[in-house]
């Protein structure tokens, strides 16, 4: 069985259409991850399967129950780590945990087996407000208050934003171990490096999904040449590539610009054309794509189609 189900779910608040007739499937036992940038929709969607706010249209299942219709079922059989506000700040550590386990109906004591490993690392704070946390403590706290009612899938709503490198790195090992518990777990992360942790991906853009897979064959199915150029102009350089008829899409990246073009081209004669267009430090490298990659050529090609 799914334990979700999303088919054409859209949304519109007044005349912004948060989501697009959006499908996927979360298998059971499985960690998807939706993965899109700020204003995506991930939140609203979030919101609609977890039962707090209803779709325009469309249709939803969660631990096979409709949303609308069985929402009082679900909401006894998912757990949600909102992206903000989840915790009570004037409570403590200990306080808080127990409010979540009392509005579930259930004890602290009940569940420990599923979170005594990921408590027993804020326990030693146990008595500290929430509020006087860092990120990856309350992060933890959060996650712990989901599943102490040991629900049977998990919603995180961005649970690694604003978390250092470590905690978060910490995080995803704990999501593993869950999943080896049988836990279903839509994740959903700006952050594209995190998408290879997840089983499978949906890419979101305004609202939109833009494709579904597991991240390698993501990776694999995008058969396009990529360059990585360098130079001492990178944004004139820029101006000037997306004027050429090899070209499909030049995006900035970090230091970098990644360069997807129709073709393959040489790069030596490459080099050499930018050479001669007044660049200097120019350095070019090909590349394997990665998942962000993936995402900015998609992205441009929905805008591309809607203009
Ligand atoms: N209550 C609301 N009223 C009006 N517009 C909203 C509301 N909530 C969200 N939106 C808009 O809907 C779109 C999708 O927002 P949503 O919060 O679902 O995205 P998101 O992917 O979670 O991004 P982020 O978490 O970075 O804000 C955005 O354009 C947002 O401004
Ligand atoms: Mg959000």
Redesign the pocket.
Same mark, same amino acid.
């Given at each position: 069985m799914e334990a979700i189900i999303v088919e054409n779910i859209s949304k519109n608040? !007044?005349d912004?259409q948060?989501l697009k007739e959006v499908s996927f499937q979360v298998k059971e036992g499985e960690i998807f991850g939706l993965i899109?940038? @700020? %204003?995506? %929709? !991930? *939140?609203?969607?979030f919101r609609i399967l977890t039962t707090l706010l209803l779709p325009d249209s469309g249709k939803g299942f969660v631990a096979g129950h409709p949303i609308v219709e069985e929402f009082k079922s679900i909401r006894k059989k998912v757990g949600y780590m909102p %992206?903000k506000f989840s915790l009570y700040q004037d409570l403590s550590v200990e306080e808080n945990l127990s409010f979540f386990a009392t509005i579930f109906g259930t004890t602290i004591e009940e569940n420990y087996d599923l979170i005594k490993d990921i408590y027993e690392q804020i326990e030693p704070f146990k008595k500290r407000l929430a509020g006087k946390l860092s990120g990856g403590m309350k992060q933890k706290l959060a996650l712990c208050c989901a599943l102490i009612h040991k629900p049977e899938v998990l919603f995180l @709503?961005?649970p690694t934003t604003g978390v250092d490198v470590v905690s978060r790195q910490e995080f995803w090992e704990m999501l593993a171990v869950l999943k080896q518990k049988g836990i279903s777990i839509l994740v *959903?992360t700006?952050y594209m490096e995190e998408a290879i942790l997840c089983d499978r991906i949906a890419l979101i853009l305004n %609202?939109e999904i833009l494709n579904i897979d597991t991240p390698n064959q993501m990776i694999q199915n995008f058969d396009k040449t990529i360059y990585a150029i360098k130079c001492n102009r990178l944004y004139d350089l820029i101006h000037y590539l997306r004027t050429q008829d090899y070209t499909e899409s030049c995006l900035p990246f970090g230091e970098n610009l990644h360069l997807v073009t129709k073709e393959k081209v040489e790069i030596e004669k490459l080099k050499k054309e930018i050479i001669t267009q007044g660049f200097e430090q120019v350095e070019i490298e090909k590349i394997t794509p990665t998942i962000e990659d993936v995402f900015l050529h998609l992205g441009q090609e929905k805008k591309e189609d809607a203009n």
């Open positions: 608040y !007044k912004i948060a899109g940038p @700020d %204003g995506a %929709g !991930k *939140s609203t969607l %992206g @709503d961005e *959903s700006p %609202g």
